[in-house]
């Protein structure tokens, strides 16, 4: 089983809508989690981190789930230029703070 | 600030040859990572270093594969011969804290393909 698991997608969005999905991840013992954002052909680029209370800028919404050991983005009013690939990160504090990537949520947002 | 710069952009290059990558970190960033990002298996860890010095190279696929950073303000990535298989494109990224992983920031990427 991999580390931090992510659907691939694609999840195809109508301009406007909203979108959510989910990250899960392996080792109850991982301490931050962070949503990070990569354009094709461009390096990934921090979009925001996950606190335990849940966390929102602007229109995008992170939340975590310890007990299901899991993490999730929402967007909301989805613009064009969401369209990316989303990378959600995991650190674990025990192994030397190395993050740990899943492999990405592809998110097409369609006028 | 011009971010993380890496160099080449682009590598075509026959089995058996050497590469090098090279990575020049933002400056006053105290940790500098390599990654390696491939459509099967994603976004990988190579190695980081912390103040120059080497602090986990579990990641470091084989023998093939060395970094080196001799300053703060530079570092190599190695492979030595390389294959096909090395092919994907290989990301530097540094930051100023350990403890402030999420401002980890990444270059553009080095695109490697080996035939």
């Known amino acids: 089983r991999k580390e931090v698991e992510q659907d691939p997608g694609p999840f195809n969005v109508p301009e406007g809508a909203t979108v959510a999905f989910n990250c899960t991840y392996s080792?109850?013992?991982?301490?931050?989690f962070f949503w990070y954002r990569q354009d094709c052909r461009k390096e990934p680029k921090l979009l925001m981190s996950?606190?335990?209370s849940g966390n929102e800028d602007g229109r995008f919404t992170a939340q975590l789930n310890r007990a299901s050991q899991y993490i999730s983005l929402l967007i909301r009013d989805s613009k064009l230029s969401d369209s990316a690939t989303y990378l959600c990160?995991?650190?674990?504090?025990?192994?030397?703070?190395?993050?740990?990537f899943g492999g990405g949520t592809r998110v097409l947002v369609k006028p | 600030d011009a971010g993380v710069i890496q160099s080449p952009r682009h590598e075509v290059t026959e089995m058996g040859q050497e590469v090098t990558l090279r990575c020049k970190p933002i400056s006053g960033h105290d940790y500098l990572f390599w990654y390696r990002q491939t459509m099967m298996r994603g976004l990988e860890l190579l190695i980081y270093f912390n103040n120059n010095v080497p602090i986990d190279d579990s990641g470091m696929p084989e023998d093939r594969f060395s970094a080196k950073m001799p300053n703060a303000s530079f570092s190599t990535l190695k492979i030595q011969p390389s294959e096909p298989r090395d092919s994907a494109v290989y990301f530097c990224?540094?930051?100023?804290?350990?403890?402030?992983?999420?401002?980890?920031?990444f270059g553009p990427g080095t695109r490697l393909t080996v035939l």
């Open positions: 996950v606190y335990s």
């Open positions: 990160v995991v650190i674990l504090k025990a192994a030397g703070n190395k993050l740990t």
């Open positions: 080792n109850s013992a991982s301490q931050s």
């Open positions: 990224a540094s930051s100023l804290e350990r403890e402030s992983t999420d401002t980890q920031y």
